[in-house]
């Protein structure tokens, strides 16, 4: 079955500017989690969505947004962009929210890398 | 606050012997760990978990080992292979944090034929 799909793959931004990246998970995967990954902090956990509804958060400002659609594709928005939001942007989804899959653990997409100039 | 800490940077191991890779954690709240294997520019690709409520799971030539009482966690790959080369990540949830992750920072492992 195809994987989770991440577009675009790379993206080049101006400060200020604002951003908008797509995920589609697999297919019958519900729950879509986002992750931001920088050589300083690693992996770090944005926000999950399941069913549409956002179901947990991480520590990042309110700049950082995402949706869920019906088809649970997700899409996740950074408005007036720093330089510092320079990282790869991972997307991972599973079956469900509560990590009873866990024991297949969470498939992740290649990721879009955002440069910010 | 880094609740997953994965002390060792890097690790250098011979093709064939073992290569074992650490993790520790804080929060006594998780309980389901992960471990996952990264190549640059791609996303990570899972490897093995295991619940809080074993202390072993085996995959092939992967096995996680689990200590509660001392909040850490091991991955031992046996016979290590060229291809394993990867940074590895150890991961953990809490079951009423859907599906957050927590990661540590990574270990570099590179095996050398």
């Known amino acids: 079955k195809a994987g989770v799909t991440q577009t675009p793959r790379y993206l080049i931004k101006t400060r200020g500017q604002q951003v908008t990246l797509s995920c589609s998970p697999i297919s019958g995967h519900r729950s879509v989690s986002w992750y931001q990954q920088t050589p300083g902090q690693g992996l770090q956990f944005l926000f999950e969505y399941f069913s549409e509804t956002q179901r947990n958060k991480g520590n990042f400002p309110g700049r950082f947004s995402g949706r869920q659609f019906s088809n649970s594709r997700s899409e996740m928005n950074v408005s007036t962009l720093e330089l510092g939001d320079s990282a790869l942007y991972l997307c991972a989804s599973s079956l469900n929210s509560m990590g009873q899959d866990s024991q297949y653990g969470y498939t992740f997409g290649s990721g879009t890398r955002l440069t910010v100039v | 606050d880094q609740q997953v800490k994965q002390n060792s940077p890097s690790l250098s191991v011979q093709e064939g012997r073992i290569s074992i890779l650490n993790c520790d954690y804080t929060?006594?709240?998780?309980?389901?760990f992960l471990w996952y294997k990264k190549y640059p520019a791609e996303g990570p690709t899972f490897l093995i978990s295991?619940?809080?409520?074993?202390d072993k799971n085996e995959d092939g030539r992967f096995t996680v080992f689990l200590n509660k009482s001392a909040k850490h966690l091991s991955l031992h790959i046996v016979p290590s292979q060229p291809g394993d080369s990867a940074v590895y990540f150890c991961a953990a949830s809490a079951n009423n944090q859907g599906g957050k992750l927590i990661f540590g920072q990574g270990t570099e492992l590179s095996v050398k034929p």
């Open positions: 295991i619940s809080s409520i074993k």
């Open positions: 929060n006594s709240m998780f309980d389901y």
